[in-house]
């Protein structure tokens, strides 16, 4: 059991970051020429991060606070996110993506998702419900590190 074990850490640890930059890789692709990648990063972040502040969106990205905030700022010129008063708390602000900065994320993430499923028409049906049921296994497991979904899982690491 413990060489299973090892293989499988092995396979997935191998195999999990070649799967995430096809999916990196397209997310860029879909996002538009006059966005960033850290613009990009930083929508992807706040879209699947409801109410999420500076501080959280420079934790995920690993900037300061200046820099995160001169970022923001040009997306929010651009009308890609707003600030807004927080419910919680009223002293704090949220980022919230506009409708156009939603369509931007969405059509990329759309793109990553047909470019996934072009790569997986090489596989067969019985391939396919073998991925499928071992996604099905192990997203509990990891999410229960991350509290995260697997489609969470790919909002927040995108990029």
């Avoid at 995430?20 to 020429?33: F, N, V, W």
């Avoid at 960033?36 to 959280?56: E, T």
Wanted: glycine share 4%.
């Amino acid at each position: 059991m413990a060489k299973l074990l090892d293989t499988c850490a092995h396979e997935l640890m191998d195999t999990a970051p070649q799967i995430m930059q096809a999916i990196r890789m397209e997310m860029r692709r879909g996002r538009g020429s006059d966005i960033s990648i850290p613009q990009f990063r930083s929508m992807a972040f706040i879209q699947g991060n409801p109410d999420s502040s500076l501080s959280n969106l420079a934790e995920h990205l690993g900037l300061t606070l200046p820099s995160v905030s001169k970022l923001i700022d040009g997306l929010v010129k651009q009308k890609l996110i707003t600030r807004k008063e927080s419910t919680a708390d009223r002293r704090r602000l949220t980022l919230v993506l506009t409708q156009a900065g939603s369509s931007i994320v969405d059509s990329a993430r759309t793109s990553a998702r047909e470019n996934l499923a072009q790569k997986l028409k090489l596989l067969s049906s019985d391939e396919l419900e073998v991925i499928y049921q071992a996604m099905n296994f192990l997203r509990p497991i990891f999410a229960g590190q991350s509290k995260v979904t697997a489609h969470d899982f790919l909002r927040r690491t995108v990029l």
